[in-house]
């Protein structure tokens, strides 16, 4: 149905009332945002502080919202071997054996608890990361389950204590394996990688991290970012 004049005039002034609301509404939320006539190149530079002339530090949990980031799991199966001998007459024998094999999972990376008040420093456009060292995120550095350890060749009786040395001995073993200088370097260049493009996805331009205990080698200095294993 067409609309008559009067009509026409009345819908276009209720056009024009809500394009102003809107604009109101736009002008009371950058006032609350920037307040003072403040500039910003975008909000995320306000929420983080910092403008191109500034210098400015933040709380790890206003970047990562979680403790530890793991960038590197290792799973491997065990083995604890023991024997207990007495001396008789006719020379050694054996009195007790167990072959107990023990499933463990060891997770490299990095305690974000542990960073210092000036982990994450914005100087102008360059944002500077220190991470602390990397390290085994297993609580209490236990790597065995020993609710799912296997038994073999069991002669004789062994006590809780003795289960408990062999579990603490597959344990310094799984840590043995996998920690090594090697695998510590490799995680170190994979949380790099993975904080540079996790920054710069939330919008900072340059970014340059450190771990603490960490020298890259001249061929690791400029690694792919890659996914968590």
């Known amino acids: 149905m067409a609309l008559n004049i009067p009509e026409l005039n009345m819908h276009r002034a209720k056009q024009v009332a809500f394009v102003l609301l809107i604009v109101l509404s736009a002008a009371l939320v950058v006032a609350v945002l920037f307040p003072r006539g403040e500039k910003k ?6 929420l ?7 210098t400015s530090v ?4 206003e970047v990562f919202p979680v403790d530890q980031i793991s960038v590197m799991s290792f799973f491997r199966e065990v083995p604890v071997h023991e024997q207990r001998f007495v001396h008789g007459i006719n020379g050694w024998k054996r009195t007790r054996n167990i072959y107990c094999v023990y499933p463990a999972t060891l997770r490299l990376g990095f305690d974000l608890r542990k960073c210092k008040g000036d982990w994450l420093v914005c100087r102008n456009d360059t944002t500077f990361v220190h991470m602390p060292p990397v390290q085994a995120l297993n609580s209490g ?3 065995v389950d020993e609710t799912q350890c296997s038994v073999y060749n069991v002669v004789g009786n ?6 408990k ?3 603490d001995k ?3 073993r799984m840590y043995s394996l996998c920690f090594t200088p090697a695998n510590t370097q490799r995680a170190a260049e994979l949380g790099i990688a993975l904080v540079t493009e996790l920054l710069q ?14 020298l890259p080698s001249p061929t690791s200095l400029d690694v792919a970012p890659m996914s968590r294993p």
């Open 201 to 214: 996805t939330l919008g900072h331009k340059t970014v340059v991290v450190s771990v603490e205990g960490y």
């Open 41 to 46: 190149e975008s909000v995320l530079k306000h």
């Open 165 to 167: 040395a062999m579990c």
């Open 158 to 163: 062994w006590s809780n204590a003795e289960k």
């Open 141 to 143: 550095n236990r790597f």
């Open 170 to 172: 597959a344990n310094q």
């Open 58 to 61: 933040m709380n790890v949990n």
């Open 48 to 54: 983080f502080n910092r403008s191109e002339t500034s």
